[in-house]
């Protein structure tokens, strides 16, 4: 049972930065997708950002040329660097990953989530 835990939240004032880490608890480079997920009170489901298992990024629109994904395979980890933040990012943010080469909107393994809230 793959396991994901998700950290490095907090509240910042817009146009601030956060690095959120999703660490897990085996070696997902090579086999797994993974993918930053958000969600907001009265919000859909919003994929932030995904590293397929081959190795492509994706950027949501609205977070694309702020939001950078990047992976450490020597220490199991995932992470998002958000620069430039706004309001609008102010969400729960989701770490997930499957065993597949492409992340659906329905990944298998989450993780438990981190709290980001940017103040204006």
């Known amino acids: 049972q793959v396991q994901l835990v998700d950290s490095g939240g907090g509240s910042v004032q817009s146009g601030g930065s956060l690095r959120l880490s999703c660490a897990a608890s085996e070696s997902m480079y090579g086999n797994y997708c993974m993918v930053w997920f958000r969600q907001a009170p009265g919000k859909e489901r919003l994929g932030v950002a995904s590293?397929?298992?081959?190795?492509?990024?994706r950027y949501a629109a609205s977070v694309k040329g702020r939001f950078t994904i990047s992976q450490d395979n020597a220490k199991n980890t995932l992470y998002l660097q958000m620069n430039s933040l706004k309001p609008e990012d102010t969400a729960m943010y989701y770490c997930?990953?499957?065993?597949?080469?492409?992340?659906?909107?329905?990944?298998?393994?989450w993780g438990q989530g981190t709290q980001v809230t940017v103040s204006s």
């Open positions: 997930a990953a499957d065993l597949r080469r492409v992340c659906t909107i329905n990944p298998k393994y």
């Open positions: 590293i397929d298992s081959d190795g492509t990024i």
